[in-house]
């Protein structure tokens, strides 16, 4: 079932944060996000929780906390993609964020392992995030994707990709598992 919540407008219009989080954490079951037709897929669910979320000093307001302070809405993401011929799975915890200068809602996605059960380890490990921000195009809804990163390695903004996009109700990438 595909979610279609605007009309279309003679300019691009970016989401606001909170409009970002009515979108992807409205339903008690998450939302999949599928880009490109279908190669590339994004399940964020604001009420999963895996063993970093569960965990007293990475749980449910970390990425406000350490992060991103004008994070709106965190949960949990399993991204599933094709990379040079090759199936990727990604997984991790995500924050629903307003811009700070433009109030623009940016979806941050931050790889987690299972060894993250603490601060300190979470700390100590490079891992991979990305950003999305959901655009209302003319043509229709549209999404600014970056490409997967180092944490570490970060410097300066993300190199965006303007991708088609649409919304399912569920996760639609791996419906028997949880992340």
Not at 27 to 34: A, D, K, L, R
Not at 81 to 102: L, T, V
Not at 130 to 144: F, H, K, L, M, S
Request: charged share 20%.
């Amino acid at each position: 079932m595909s979610c279609c919540l605007w009309s279309a407008s003679a300019a691009a219009e970016v989401l606001s944060g909170r409009e970002f989080q009515n979108l992807l954490a409205g339903g008690p079951e998450g939302t999949t996000i599928v880009f490109r037709g279908g190669t590339d897929k994004l399940f964020f669910s604001p009420t999963l929780k895996n063993r970093l979320r569960a965990s007293p000093e990475l749980g449910p307001d970390f990425i406000r906390q350490k992060i991103l302070r004008s994070t709106v809405a965190e949960g949990v993401f399993v991204n599933a993609s094709i990379e040079n011929g090759k199936p990727r799975m990604i997984s991790g915890i995500a924050g629903i964020a307003a811009d700070s200068d433009s109030g623009h809602g940016i979806l941050t996605l931050l790889q987690t392992f299972p060894d993250d059960t603490s601060l300190k380890a979470f700390e100590k490990r490079d891992r991979l995030y990305a950003v999305v921000i959901v655009e209302d195009a003319p043509g229709g809804v549209v999404c600014r994707k970056s490409q997967w990163e180092k944490l570490f390695a970060l410097k300066g903004d993300p190199k965006m990709t303007t991708v088609p996009c649409e919304f399912l109700v569920g996760n639609a990438i791996t419906p028997s598992a949880a992340p």
